[in-house]
């Protein structure tokens, strides 16, 4: 599991900008860093507030704009991030083309690079797209179908990991416990053991799972209450 860096604005001495530029850590950078956070708010990447502060929130934002614009994640305001996430070529994060190999019809795609899925219909709409979390480690890319494994029920509403978590709207798909699930929440209070704004990043490991937001897996619960293929990209 990988862990936030923390990027302090005040003990870093500068902070990569433009076309490489160094911008001093005062004022300057804390307007670079306002600029930033307005920019990927914009292109639906969730920075959270603009304050100038680049927090947890803000590298996640950053990630994301870096998974969705073939960009290291590091969630570093860098000068070629910068400058990509400043200029009229960027991506937006929330709203990205469904990858070429993927094939054809009614499936759900999981990029593993990405850190992202679409839900597509036979038509080959996307139904809804959005951040996941998963560990490639577990889950090899290749083509599944959603239903009951190893002797386990297709869908389990409220299904648990064995101990204080639920793992709930769970979609089975993969031997032989892997399948999506709103992100795991606490049983004693129902908090998630993550905010939401992680999803689509690689901040997070699942125990090979996907993990989305609690609307997502609403949608893929209905949507793959029939055998659904799941295509697996890296």
């Known amino acids: 599991m990988r862990i936030l860096p923390k990027l302090s604005l005040v003990t870093a001495s500068v902070l990569a900008v433009g076309l490489g530029a160094a911008v001093p850590a005062d004022a300057g950078t804390v307007a670079q860093v306002k600029g930033a956070q307005a920019r990927l708010n914009a292109l639906g990447c969730t920075s959270g507030p603009v304050d100038g502060q680049a927090g947890a929130m803000t590298q996640a934002a950053t990630a994301r704009f870096q998974s969705a614009n073939a960009l290291g994640q590091t969630g570093l305001l860098s000068g070629t991030t910068y400058t990509r996430l400043m200029g009229s070529s960027a991506k937006r994060c ?5 990858p070429g190999r993927s094939g054809s019809g009614r499936r759900i795609v999981i990029s593993q690079t990405q850190n992202w899925l679409w839900v597509i219909d036979a038509q080959g709409k996307v139904v809804r797209q959005g951040g996941m979390i998963d560990n490639p480690q577990y889950l090899k890319p290749g083509s599944y179908l959603s239903g009951a494994r190893c002797g386990r029920a297709a869908r ?6 064995g101990a204080r978590l639920y793992l709930n709207n769970f979609v089975r798909f993969a031997p032989c416990g892997v399948g999506f699930h709103q992100i795991p929440t606490d049983k004693t209070n129902g908090a998630q053991i993550h905010p939401d704004w992680l999803l689509g990043t690689n901040y997070r490991a699942s125990h090979g799972c996907i993990r989305v937001s609690a609307s997502m897996s609403a949608t893929i619960w209905t949507f793959a209450a029939a055998p659904t293929r799941v295509i697996v990209l890296r």
């Open 94 to 98: 929330d709203v990205r083309a469904v």
């Open 156 to 161: 389990i509403r409220q299904n648990t990991d």
